[in-house]
């Protein structure tokens, strides 16, 4: 009598368990799986974010499939959300904005390749792919050029530390090494650092109607940059459009600077001197024969790849007889005099003469 109780008692907590059970996982799923509005912005005071979010081109993505569930990254997800559940009850500040730091980026970042596997790749191919053992143990930079804080703001711009906290020794004389080993694989350029998931857009369709020459028109008005340049001191980014196109010169004599808006994230990181001298530092805005055309004429999206380029505009024959895919520029020959960025026509031909 008394073994068939203790039977009975175990049956009913059992039954009692899975009954829970299923409420708590069937409530879980039933959580992520609703409108952020009902779920992530009702208690974690990202309203600013949510509303750009709905406004942005990732409309129909969901909070999960970028930034994960509570559990779904162990107890590094279960940590963070857990977090934002407890500042919520301490009814703290929220932030205007919410910032990943670079552990969440990295996360992110996976997700972002299960439905951009073509651009990842080609990111992987080029060298925005750099990671922090080849930007920060790079002995020819370092001998020229001590290390300090700045570098963060092209590379690394989501570390968490400082740059004595990153590497050692802060001087030009090595053996350089990092003081955080596991990070000499990691991107300091991730996709984050260029686009950000949360960029106000349309998503991008077909024209509404096929014989309307506004529509189809290659001149028509595009939608937002895609891109958008990570401020490191501000922890925010700032749209591609919204940056300001640059003042360059060489010598006295402006140089025509493209319109197009991804050129000024470019020049941010590839920029010039402090005299604004085209050329000079890491700066490569064309000037000579291709003043004027952006770095995308050229250079491909991810990759930065400028194979074929010139045969993008030019036919493989000039009109004087001369094969643009052979001709001895940097496109063929890094070593040559006549860089693609600077050359003239008379690096070419002879000068004209006078009358």
Not at 11 to 20: G, I
Not at 210 to 236: H, V
Not at 254 to 272: E, K
């Amino acid at each position: 009598m008394h073994s068939k109780r203790n039977r009975l008692r175990a049956l009913w907590f059992l039954s009692l368990l899975a009954v829970l059970l299923l409420v708590l996982f069937g409530g879980y799923a039933g959580w992520n799986a609703a409108s952020p509005e009902r779920s992530c912005a009702s208690c974690h005071e990202i309203v600013p974010s949510l509303e750009i979010w709905q406004q942005s081109a990732h409309r129909e993505v969901g909070c999960v499939d970028c930034h994960g569930t509570a559990i779904s990254n162990g107890i590094h997800s279960l940590k963070e959300k857990s977090g934002m559940f407890f500042s919520h009850f301490r009814q703290e500040r929220p932030a205007l904005r919410v910032s990943l730091n670079e552990e969440g980026v990295l996360e992110v970042m996976q997700n972002c390749i299960r439905c951009h596997r073509d651009e990842y790749a080609s990111w992987q191919a080029g060298g925005h792919s750099a990671t922090y053992a080849e930007i920060f143990l790079n002995e020819k930079h370092n001998s020229m050029e001590r290390p300090y804080p700045d570098c963060f703001r092209c590379h690394g711009m989501y570390y968490d530390g400082t740059i004595s906290g990153l590497l050692e020794p802060i001087s030009t004389t090595g053996p350089w090494r990092l003081k955080q080993p596991e990070k000499a694989s990691q991107p300091v350029i991730p996709c984050l650092a260029c686009h950000p998931i949360h960029l106000e857009n349309e998503p991008l369709d077909r024209p509404a109607s096929m014989d309307d020459p506004f529509a189809i028109f290659y001149e028509r008005e595009e939608r937002n940059a895609l891109t958008g340049l990570y401020l490191r001191s501000d922890r925010m980014h700032l749209r591609a459009d919204k940056l300001r196109k640059p003042e360059l010169y060489d010598g006295d004599v402006p140089v025509l600077v493209s319109d197009d808006p991804l050129q000024r994230i470019c020049i941010q990181c590839h920029s010039p001197n402090w005299a604004h001298q085209a050329g000079t530092e890491d700066d490569r805005t064309p000037v000579g024969v291709h003043e004027g055309i952006s770095c995308r004429a050229c250079h491909r999206g991810h990759s930065n790849d400028p194979r074929n380029a010139c045969k993008t505009c030019h036919p493989a024959v000039t009109s004087c007889g001369r094969d643009v895919m052979t001709m001895n520029t940097t496109y063929l020959h890094s070593d040559s005099p006549h860089n693609i960025h600077s050359m003239q026509c008379t690096d070419c031909h002879d000068p004209v003469p006078a009358l």
